[in-house]
């Protein structure tokens, strides 16, 4: 499976932004998938992750209430809707895919996309 991160761009604090994730090669078993963001001097960290079934989201605290994670199978493609952005979600935002939940949260993941830059301005 190989992933790539779409949506990225500069936004003014308070705006919006939909980044997409598309999977291709061996979609079938791409499992379940998330959305990472690392800004600069800082370690990657977790944001939002999703189900295979597209049943179970799981947020970090930092981003609960204004993002949502959802996914379109039938496309092969994550969403990550960000609304009422703050100069603090400056960064790369990634995705990645795992069979396994639990190694998708501890950001151990098999397979990660290219990443695609959000820049908030205040």
């Known amino acids: 499976v190989q992933l790539q991160a779409s949506g990225g761009g500069l936004v003014q604090a308070g705006g919006s932004l939909r980044l997409s994730c598309a999977a291709s090669?061996?979609?079938?078993?791409?499992?379940?998938m998330g959305w990472f963001r690392q800004a600069p001097g800082k370690e990657r960290e977790f944001v939002a992750a999703i189900k295979w079934g597209g049943v179970g989201t799981y947020y970090a605290d930092s981003v609960k209430g204004r993002f949502t994670i959802s996914r379109d199978n039938a496309k092969n493609t994550m969403y990550l809707r960000m609304i009422s952005l703050k100069p603090e979600d400056t960064a790369v935002y990634y995705c990645?895919?795992?069979?396994?939940?639990?190694?998708?949260?501890?950001?151990?993941?098999?397979?990660w996309g290219q990443g695609t830059l959000v820049t908030v301005s205040s």
């Open positions: 090669g061996r979609t079938f078993n791409t499992g379940h």
């Open positions: 990645a895919a795992d069979s396994a939940w639990t190694a998708l949260l501890d950001r151990r993941a098999n397979v």
